[in-house]
């Protein structure tokens, strides 16, 4: 594979619980060809922190590629700062509101958290991430599982509670002036290729990628498909 067209700094922003280690493989492809940074939301306790981490990110303008949660905060750049960004690809994110049952479900966890010390992933919560293949690959297991390890309990509830009650950009990204790129696993169960499909069909300037054998983390999963896209969108 050449290098890619752009010169054009790209920013990349993690999931929940995740960090540099997410983006291994498209730090390695991305970086000869233009300047890359990763944000580090794991300190944030606001939306308002995350949005205002990539504010002040030193280049003008940049390329933004966010996952999951970090998918969550470039939206909600994206709607307030259009004009600083290039691009925006958006993977493993639905744009939709946390269900009722999501949200009960990240509330116990917080209840509990605030009594002990976060522990990380169990094998139970990898195999709904991760696809039945990607699951049986200790090198995709284990960065999954070392990255959520290293973030305490602190952090945990930090990053969950200034994104639990998720607003809908779409009206705001209906206006973006640039393409949108949609990435996603065809079999992941967090972020669903039909709410996927929902997002691309209510965004008229975006592109829908689903990526098959895939779970959520598709940067780890499929690391070779999803920079064949980042070539090709970039």
Not at 99 to 126: H, Q, W
Request: overall charge negative; some cysteine; hydrophobic content about 40%.
């Amino acid at each position: 594979m050449t290098d890619l067209k752009t010169e054009t700094p790209i920013v990349l922003v993690p999931g929940f619980l995740c960090d540099e280690r997410l983006w291994s493989y498209q730090l390695r492809f991305l970086s000869p060809s233009a300047p890359c940074t990763v944000v580090d939301l794991r300190y944030k306790k606001t939306l308002e922190e995350m949005v205002q981490a990539l504010r002040a990110i030193p280049f003008p303008q940049f390329h933004l590629i966010g996952f999951s949660m970090g998918g969550y905060v470039s939206q909600a750049f994206a709607a307030q700062y259009p004009e600083r960004l290039h691009q925006l690809v958006l993977i493993g994110t639905t744009g939709a509101s946390l269900s009722e049952k999501e949200i009960k479900s990240r509330l116990r966890m917080k209840s509990l958290l605030e009594k002990v010390e976060y522990a990380g992933l169990s094998d139970a919560e990898l195999k709904i991430y991760l696809h039945p293949n990607s699951y049986e690959k200790s090198e995709i297991r284990e960065t999954v599982r070392a990255m959520a390890a290293s973030n305490t309990s602190e952090m945990y509830l930090g990053q969950m509670s200034a994104t639990l009650n998720r607003q809908d950009f779409k009206a705001q990204l209906n206006r973006f002036p640039h393409q949108i790129t949609l990435i996603g696993g065809a079999q992941d169960k967090m972020a669903p290729p039909e709410k996927m499909e929902a997002l691309h069909q209510a965004l008229p300037q975006s592109h829908l990628h689903l990526i098959e054998e895939c779970g959520h983390f598709v940067p780890l999963e499929k690391p070779q498909e999803l920079n064949d896209i980042l070539f090709e969108v970039l």
